[in-house]
Nanobody, 125 residues
Framework: LVQLVESGGGSVQAGGSLRLSCEAS????????MGWFRQAPGKKREGVAA????????YYTDSVKGRFIISQDNAKNTLYLQMNDLKPEDTATYYC??????????????????WGQGTQVTVSS
C-alpha cells in the first residue's frame, strides 16, 4: 500500500505562484510514476503533470506547459508541482497520485492506483 498526503494549496491572484507538495509513504519502491491531477466543480478529473520515478521523464498537459514544473525528491519520497503564472482557469482541487504499473498513459486518471486527499487551489482574477 502507498499513502499520499498533499500540501501547499491556497488562494492567489492571477499571475502568482504556488508550490504543491506530496509526501508518499508505505511501499514507495513499487511506484513507477507519480502525477498531479485536478478537478474543478462539474468537470472531469484531468491530468496536469506526471513524472517517471526512476528516469525522471516528465509529461504535461498542454494548458500548463511552460508554467508548471513537476519534480521529485526521491530521498524524501516527495513530489512537487511548482505552479507559476497561475490563471483563474487553474482553480481546482489538485490531487497527487501514484501508479505502480504502466498501462494507459501518465496523464490518464484511470492509470493510477493510489490518491491523496486533495488540496484546493483558487486563483482570482
Amino acid at each position: 500500500l502507498v499513502q499520499l498526503v498533499e500540501s501547499g494549496g491556497g488562494s492567489v491572484q492571477a499571475g502568482g505562484s504556488l508550490r504543491l507538495s506530496c509526501e508518499a509513504s508505505g511501499y514507495t519502491s513499487s511506484i513507477e510514476c507519480m502525477g498531479w491531477f485536478r478537478q474543478a466543480p462539474g468537470k472531469k478529473r484531468e491530468g496536469v503533470a506526471a513524472i517517471s520515478t526512476e528516469r525522471g521523464f516528465t509529461y504535461y498537459t498542454d494548458s500548463v506547459k511552460g508554467r508548471f514544473i513537476i519534480s521529485q525528491d526521491n530521498a524524501k519520497n516527495t513530489l512537487y508541482l511548482q505552479m507559476n503564472d497561475l490563471k483563474p482557469e487553474d482553480t481546482a482541487t489538485y490531487y497527487c497520485a501514484a501508479d505502480i504499473d504502466y498501462g494507459l498513459g501518465p496523464l490518464v486518471p484511470e492509470e493510477y492506483n493510489y490518491w491523496g486527499q486533495g488540496t484546493q487551489v483558487t486563483v482570482s482574477s
